[in-house]
């Protein structure tokens, strides 16, 4: 596989970005549809199952037809899932849910994006698993592909361009600039006003800042 730094991920997210967005008069909504990104312009189809027992596994994605084995009230069962397929668990459709949700499908996508880009590459099983991994040491070749997964869903869920513009235009008052000055003095309000205009958890759009350098840390906090 690919071992790809931020910046590389960044450079693939906002290519991924502007060809999406030739097919939408140019540019991108905001909040960022992840729905018809995956179905309209990647192709996927987006089903919804229940995935494990205990939460673990939120979502997986099949590159080529898979038989997995599903839970069910008796156990577990055999499916068919088809190629291109991005399963979500059931628990995700609660509306409480919608974020972690959103970010879940963008994960999945950016696995699909990251394998298009390493075509030609054998991969080890018919489909990939997304997990919650903690904050720890990478150590393993899935520990980093989760990495790159989880690093290019914010920049699809969070572009930088269309961030740029949501701050100086609205957030001018504070001084900041997208590409250079830090935002010690961001206050924690302004962090969350972002998450919303994004529809993004606040610990999404704080990482998603701190990726581009950013502290969002409140002034003498």
């Known amino acids: 596989m690919m071992f790809l730094s931020y910046d590389n991920m960044e450079i693939i997210g906002q290519s991924v970005l ?3 967005a030739r097919g939408t008069r140019g540019s991108i909504s905001i909040p960022v549809d992840i729905n018809a990104f995956a ?11 229940k995935l494990s027992d205990n939460g673990r596994i939120l979502g997986l994605t099949t590159y080529k037809v898979a038989v997995l084995a599903l839970p069910v009230a008796e156990g577990n069962v055999l499916c068919s899932i088809p190629e291109d397929t991005i399963l979500l668990d059931e628990e995700l459709l609660h509306d409480k849910n919608r974020r972690r949700r959103r970010f879940t499908l963008a994960h999945e996508c950016a696995h699909h994006i990251l394998a298009r880009i390493e075509k030609g590459e054998n991969f080890n099983s018919d ?8 904050c ?18 914010a920049i699809l869920l969070v572009p930088k361009r269309e961030l ?9 008052p ?13 206050v924690q309000y302004s962090v969350k006003w972002l998450a919303d205009m994004f529809d993004v958890s606040l610990k999404a759009m ?9 502290s969002a840390t409140p002034a003498g906090a």
């Open 18 to 20: 502007l060809d999406y």
């Open 39 to 49: 179905q309209d312009y990647l192709g996927l189809n987006v089903l919804y199952r």
């Open 127 to 134: 489909a990939s698993f997304g997990q919650a991994f903690s």
């Open 136 to 153: 720890r040491k990478l150590k393993t070749t899935d520990d980093w592909r989760e990495w790159q997964a989880n690093s290019l869903a």
């Open 164 to 172: 740029a513009e949501l701050i100086i235009q609205w957030l001018a």
């Open 174 to 186: 504070i001084a900041l600039s997208i590409y250079k000055i830090s935002i010690n003095s961001f």
């Open 206 to 214: 704080t990482i998603r800042l701190k990726g581009l350098g950013f």
